[in-house]
């Protein structure tokens, strides 16, 4: 009877087809904790600064920083807004230089990045590598200054702050992709062959499509000037010109003066006056200071910022 028996043929088991997008349950576990670690990474530092300005100087000086504040006291807020027309003066000053600076920069990039994102445009490789090597060379920091104070008159002028970050070479190449990669060539010819012209195209057509990449350069440069201080202490004398962070940068510098000065020179209880005055706690309640305006105003570009981020990808 087995050797009568009929043999069946095997069938082989299809494989079970599996998405290659597909993120396996311990992989999302592991992305999950990286992710999670880098956010506390991120959220930590910021914790510990707020935790220290709300501190006392001695428990600080004595115990260390910390997550929660110790001693908790407002006495160095207090000492900070003892002149807020100071502050409030150098808000007006970062605000405004902000606001206008990253607004010329918008402007020029997106105009200097639209035409050489168009295959049509005769000069642009020359043009393209004109701007390129500026990016790989420079004149130096006394070029600049005499460019900045003796050629275009700019000591003291809110100008020195908001020129240099009216143009920057890569936001033009981040944004001549942009334009090569989200904006397709077809869509531009439709809207010639309706009878647009080149700035109605532009404006009307190209920008609204282009918000995430504008976003982007908006973002960085935004931080930028808000976080400038260098070109506010090179070309900028007059206290009521000070921006947060020149302001922030001068009144550590002259803390510390008082100190050398008081522990050289001064009398004992001049000297114990000075060394009391708060030292950590009074940066950090600085930092705070500054950075408040610009943390609440991210989630504004967040939504286009990580679209943004995927300039030049591949599109499924």
Request: aromatic residues 12%.
């Amino acid at each position: 009877m087995l050797a009568n028996a009929i043999v069946e043929p095997r069938v082989k088991s299809k494989k079970r087809w599996r998405d290659p997008n597909r993120i396996t349950p311990k992989a999302n576990v592991a992305l999950n904790l990286v992710l999670i670690l880098g956010m506390l990474a991120s959220i930590l530092p910021l914790v510990i600064v707020i935790s220290v300005s709300l501190s006392s100087e001695t428990t600080i000086l004595r115990e260390g920083y910390g997550l929660f504040p110790k001693d908790f006291t407002l006495d160095t807020y207090k000492f900070a807004f003892a002149d807020p027309r100071s502050i409030v003066n150098a808000y007006k000053v970062t605000i405004y230089t902000t606001v206008v600076a990253t607004a010329i920069c918008l402007a020029n990039v997106a105009l200097f990045a639209y035409p050489l994102s168009r295959p049509d445009f005769r000069f642009r490789t020359e043009i393209t590598f004109f701007m390129f090597f500026t990016m790989l060379f420079g004149g130096g920091l006394v070029a600049y200054y005499i460019l900045m104070t003796g050629v275009l008159g700019l000591r003291n002028s809110l100008w020195a702050i908001i020129l240099p970050y009216s143009f920057n070479s890569f936001w033009v190449i981040v944004m001549r992709t942009f334009f090569q990669t989200q904006v397709p060539l077809s869509l531009i010819e439709s809207a010639r062959i309706d009878g647009a012209g080149e700035w109605r195209t532009f404006l009307q057509i190209v920008l609204p499509i282009s918000l995430p990449g504008l976003a982007t350069i908006a973002l960085f440069t935004t931080l930028g000037v808000w976080n400038d201080w260098f070109n506010c202490v090179l070309f900028i004398d007059k206290p009521e010109m000070s921006n947060l962070n020149t302001l922030i940068y001068r009144a550590l510098t002259s803390a510390r003066m008082l100190r050398e000065i008081a522990a050289t020179m001064g009398s004992a209880d001049a000297a114990a006056e000075i060394r009391n005055l708060p030292n950590e706690t009074f940066r950090m309640a600085l930092a705070v200071i500054t950075m408040g305006p610009i943390v609440l105003a991210y989630p504004f570009f967040q939504k286009y910022f990580i679209k943004g981020l995927t300039v030049g990808s591949i599109k499924g």
